[in-house]
């Protein structure tokens, strides 16, 4: 089913503010993330959704040395429900991974329902800014969100409002973009384009990254020190290109992660930070 119009009203409103440089970015579980957590709980456990949180519950229970997650009085199933809706957000990765693990060890559940259940929580947790992916069955937090706020919103407002630089400002939102989408090929693409558009924009020449690097660095922008950085970058796009054209379809087949496309677009970022903050000072 299509988005209805509330979640695409309120992601167009991420966008805009995303667009202006604020960082949405957060270690705090929403309601509605918790809410979610138990809708993909519901649909992929389907008619095993009760053994299933009951399972989710005993895994907790023996891994914390609890004798109930909320309270005695509930039955095993409710007791992990109202435990996702009312747990500190300390607790909140624990019971996404043991719910995970649950959907494993239950033997009725449709086979590769605990994946499903991963990319959906991967998802949710994109689309509501939580800085957190699941990985392997394991919640991992991004140890780079002060990158989030150190390069990516500064980027955004260095770059707003500048004509000589929309469309390396477009390119750079369209790396964010498709991270939020589950899209890591895409997303290094796109901060790849973005990094060519700001060279392009301070009058270097090449029709991609490596003529331009090497125009940049012939015009001073660069110095001899930056090269290995910036040629490592031309590689990883390259890299990425061998990739798609090994797996097919540019869109959909890629061997590259989300975390690969965090720290290219953190890195084409930070680099693409410094060219615009000097060709500011300059002007």
Request: hydrophobic share 45%; proline share 2%.
């Amino acid at each position: 089913m299509s988005m209805l119009f509330g979640r695409r009203k309120r992601l167009q409103a991420y966008a805009e503010q995303e667009a202006q440089g604020v960082s949405l970015w957060t270690d705090q579980f929403e309601d509605k993330f918790r809410v979610k957590v138990l809708h993909a709980l519901d649909d992929i456990g389907g008619y095993y959704a009760g053994e299933v949180a009951a399972e989710a519950r005993r895994l907790i229970l023996r891994d914390e040395g609890l004798f109930y997650l909320v309270a005695s009085k509930y039955n095993e199933v409710n007791d992990f429900r109202y435990y996702i809706a009312s747990c500190s957000d300390d607790d909140m990765p624990t019971c996404i991974e043991a719910a995970y693990h649950a959907l494993k060890n239950v033997s009725s559940t449709d086979w590769g329902s605990a994946d499903k259940f991963a990319s959906e929580i991967s998802a949710v947790l994109r689309e509501h800014r939580i800085s957190y992916d699941f990985v392997a069955g394991q919640m991992v937090e991004f140890a780079s969100l002060e990158m989030h706020q150190a390069v990516i919103a500064p980027v955004l407002t260095l770059l707003a409002g500048r004509k000589d630089f929309e469309a390396a400002e477009r390119a750079y939102r369209d790396a964010l973009d498709e991270i939020a989408d589950g899209k890591p090929g895409d997303a290094i693409t796109d901060a790849g384009t973005a990094l060519q558009e700001t060279l392009t924009a301070m009058g270097c020449a090449g029709n991609a990254l490596g003529p331009l690097i090497k125009s940049a660095k012939n015009k001073g922008i660069f110095a001899s020190h930056d090269q290995p950085m910036v040629e490592a970058i031309d590689k990883v796009m390259n890299w990425v290109s061998a990739d798609r054209s090994t797996y097919g379809d540019a869109h959909a087949a890629t061997t590259s992660t989300v975390d690969d496309a965090w720290f290219i677009v953190h890195i084409c970022g930070a680099v693409i930070l410094r060219l615009a903050q000097g060709s500011r000072s300059g002007a």
